[in-house]
Structures are given as C-alpha cells and as structure tokens.
Nanobody
Framework: VQLQASGGGLVQAGGSLRLSCAAS????????MGWFRQTPGEEREFVAG????????FYGDSVKGRFLVSRGGASILVYLSMNSLKPEDSAVYFC??????????????????WGQGTQVTVSS
C-alpha cells in the first residue's frame, strides 16, 4: 500500500487543521492506522491510532482531548482533526499502516508502511 499524508500548513495557535491520509494499493487486511509526528533531532512520536476492525481509537497524552482520528472512505483511509493547536504541535506528520496484529498501536516499530509527511506549523 502507498500512503500520502496531506493537509498540513501554517496556522495560528488555537486554530485547527485536518490531515488526510490517502491510500492506493492493497488496503485489505490492515490491522491499524497511526499518525505520528517528528521534529528535527527527535524521535518519531505517536499521535493517534485506530484499530481497523473495531474502530477503537488511541491517542498520545499530549493530544488527548484536542485531536480526533477517524476513518475515511475508499481513497482516504484516515483523517486527523487537530483542534486547539499549540506551537509545540509543530512537526512533520506521518500516517502509517500496519498489517501485523498484536502490540501497541503506539509502537512505531510495528508499522509496515509510511507515507510522506506533511508539515504542520503552529505560530504563537
């Protein structure tokens, strides 16, 4: 499967953005989808994830109550709605897919496919 994240941009603190993760290729059998973010010199951080068969969602502590991950339709697999954005949310955001079951959806090592990131910049 090929993934492409989009929807990033520049927004003022307190604003909102919605990221999309488009997919092409084999999407059957996905176990979970995740959103991660990364800033220069830092490790990739788990933001949100969704268990595909149950649609159960999970969030990183820093975004709980502000971000919402949701499943899309045929071509857009998953969305990330980001509200009450803070400057510390600035990062490159990536979507990822995993086919293997087990383990935490927050574990970056368990993901099989990654899309190119989209830059989110939140100004103060």
């Amino acid at each position: 499967v090929q993934l492409q994240a989009s929807g990033g941009g520049l927004v003022q603190a307190g604003g909102s953005l919605r990221l999309s993760c488009a997919a092409s290729g084999r999407t059957f059998g996905i176990y979970g989808m995740g959103w991660f973010r990364q800033t220069p010199g830092e490790e990739r951080e788990f933001v949100a994830g969704v268990h595909w068969s149950t649609s159960t969602t999970f969030y990183g502590d820093s975004v709980k109550g502000r971000f919402l991950v949701s499943r899309g339709g045929a071509s857009i697999l998953v969305y990330l709605s980001m509200n009450s954005l803070k400057p510390e949310d600035s990062a490159v955001y990536f979507c990822a897919a995993r086919y293997g079951a087990g383990g935490s959806l927050g574990d970056v090592q368990t993901y099989d496919y990654w899309g190119q990131g989209t830059q989110v910049t939140v100004s103060s």
